[in-house]
């Protein structure tokens, strides 16, 4: 499939770009500054440039799937976390319905809740609507909710659960690998479930859900 991968120049997305380059998937890198195109050149993955504050169809145009690993981050103002998080993330699923791109994979947040009361609840909030958004949609979607990110070497051993609170850690790494395995495991079409470390092989824990 051709995967456009949204955020791809993030930590998480690009262990999903590698991994897709390596798979039998042709990712797509969507980037916002074009300073970032020779990171994806050396690594032979086209990019497209878009801004998730804006219209994205030309970016989402011709793809099969999106994994969506982008985030306004800790360190910008809540306006971004909604701008971002919420309403760029919403833009989208719009823009995959209307380009008929049937297949979305959002990498979301453990304990999302419209009404968390967490202390980044804006982010809990912002992430948990976006979600709710993308469960009306006829899009065959996939919501990945990990844990705390951690830059830890990726185990591939995960737990998965469909109760989407709790608290934990993920590897990056071991969260890329999960959302590019979402693609070949259909099973995961439908479905919302917590990721945390854990002693189960991805597909294992995947095939389980
Ligand atoms: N941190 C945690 O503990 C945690 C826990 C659970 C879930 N998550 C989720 O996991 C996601 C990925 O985490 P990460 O650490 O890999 O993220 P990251 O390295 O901060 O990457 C986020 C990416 O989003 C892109 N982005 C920001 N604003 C954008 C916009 N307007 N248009 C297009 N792209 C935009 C950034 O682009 P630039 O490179 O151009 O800045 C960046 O590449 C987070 O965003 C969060 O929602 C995080």
């Known amino acids: 499939m051709k995967v456009l991968v949204i955020g791809a120049n993030g930590v998480t997305a690009t262990h ?34 878009a801004d998730l504050e804006y219209p994205i169809d030309h970016a989402v145009r011709g793809c099969d799937a999106i994994i969506f690993a982008a985030g306004s981050g800790g360190k910008t103002g809540k306006d971004k976390t909604v701008l971002i998080d919420h309403i760029g993330a919403i833009r989208s699923m719009v823009a995959a319905q209307v380009n008929n791109v049937q297949r979305y994979i959002m990498l979301s947040s453990i304990n999302n809740d419209i009404n968390s ?11 948990a609507h976006a979600d709710n958004f993308l469960i009306e949609t006829d899009l065959d979607y ?20 469909e109760r989407l609170s709790g608290s934990g850690m993920t ?3 071991n969260v890329a690998l999960t959302l590019v395995a979402c693609l070949d495991n259909h099973n995961t079409i439908g479905k919302a479930f917590s990721l945390l470390e854990g002693d189960t092989t991805v597909n294992e824990a995947l095939h389980a859900l």
């Open 117 to 127: 009361q967490s202390p980044i609840a804006h982010y809990h909030r912002a992430k």
């Open 171 to 173: 590897s990056r790494e």
């Open 142 to 161: 996939t919501i990945v909710c990990p844990g705390r990110l951690t830059d830890d070497a990726g185990s591939g051993l995960v737990a998965v659960t």
């Open 16 to 49: 999903v770009i590698k991994q897709l380059a390596e798979s039998d998937h042709d990712p797509v890198a969507m980037i916002r500054d074009p300073l970032h195109r020779e990171k994806f050149d050396k690594l032979g993955v086209p990019t497209v440039l």
